[in-house]
């Protein structure tokens, strides 16, 4: 069982940054790929970015490549998203997810999920 925690959204102009953090519980963080997807209103869930169990599997949408970067911390229990270049079209709640499988962009391979946290661009 593996418990999920996202921190560090919030509202940020459009060209701004902003770190996302999603901090887990329970036991083998190292074993699991780890994933963020992200939803906004009246749209479905999509994939962001998602990191594996080792390195170097790292893989992006192609909407945030070049703008995001997912890394993890296996002794701190952390996933964390940087972005940079903030769009309003990046606007959504993010969610981080975790994984037992392979690294994958779809949703439905993934065993647990956080709460998510609200990203708003906006001037």
């Known amino acids: 069982q593996v418990q999920l925690v996202e921190s560090g959204g919030g509202l940020v102009q459009p060209g701004g940054s902003l770190k996302l953090s999603c901090a887990a519980s329970g036991r083998a963080f190292s074993t699991y790929s780890l994933g963020w997807f992200r939803q906004a209103p009246g749209k479905e869930r999509e994939f962001v970015a998602a990191?594996?169990?080792?390195?170097?599997?790292?893989i992006y949408a192609p909407s945030v490549k070049g703008r995001f970067t997912v890394s993890r911390d296996n002794a701190k229990g952390t996933v964390y998203l940087q972005m940079n270049s903030l769009k309003p079209e990046d606007t959504a709640v993010y969610s981080c997810?975790?994984?037992?499988?392979?690294?994958?962009?779809?949703?439905?391979?993934?065993?647990?999920w956080g709460q998510g946290t609200q990203v708003t661009v906006s001037s």
């Open positions: 997810a975790a994984s037992r499988d392979y690294l994958s962009p779809i949703a439905s391979r993934y065993d647990y």
């Open positions: 990191i594996g169990r080792r390195s170097p599997g790292i």
